[in-house]
C-alpha cells in the first residue's frame, strides 16, 4: 500500500532513482494505491546527466509493493520493496528497460511495461500446469521434480 509520502525505488532505466509518491490518481479521496495504480510523485534521487532532475513532478505506475497482492485464486505476491515505473501522461514508460519481476495484473492497462519486464510472474493450476506460455529466467533444479512441464519451458536450469 503507497500512499502520499511513500519512498518508492524506480524500476526502469528513465534516470530518477527514487521518488515520493505526492498524490493518488483515480478517486479525489483514496488514501492507499496498489499494483497497477497510477501516482504522482516528485524525484528525490536521479542520476547525473539524465534527461529527469531532482525535484521533478511526474507521473508512475505502480508495479511492486510489499504489501501482499491477493489474487482470485487464493495466491498472495509479496515483494521485497515499493517499487514504480515512470510514464509519461498516455501511460507509456519513459525508460526503455524495465528491472525485476512485475505481477501479471498489469497486463491489462500497461501491455508496454509488461512487453519490457524480464520476468511477469504467473500462475500455475492445482495439477502444476502453466497459465502461461514462456518462462523467463534461471529455475532452481529443485522445481524439477514437481514441475516438469514449468522447468520444460524455461530456458536455463540451474
Known sequence: ???????????????????????????????????GDVIV?????????????????????IVRTCKELKRDNGIIIRYDDNAAVIVDHEGNPKGTRVFGAIARELRQNFTKIVSLAPEVL???????NPKGTRVFGAIARELRQNFTKIVSLAPEVL
Open 1 to 35: 500500500m503507497i500512499q502520499p509520502q511513500t519512498y518508492l525505488t524506480v524500476a526502469d532505466n528513465s534516470g530518477a532513482k527514487k521518488l515520493m509518491c505526492i498524490r493518488i490518481i483515480g478517486a479525489s479521496n483514496r488514501r492507499y494505491a496498489r499494483i
Open 41 to 61: 510523485a516528485v524525484i528525490k534521487e536521479a542520476i547525473p546527466n539524465s534527461p529527469l532532475e531532482r525535484s521533478e513532478v511526474i507521473r508512475a505506475v
Open 122 to 128: 504467473y500462475i500455475v493450476d492445482h495439477e502444476g
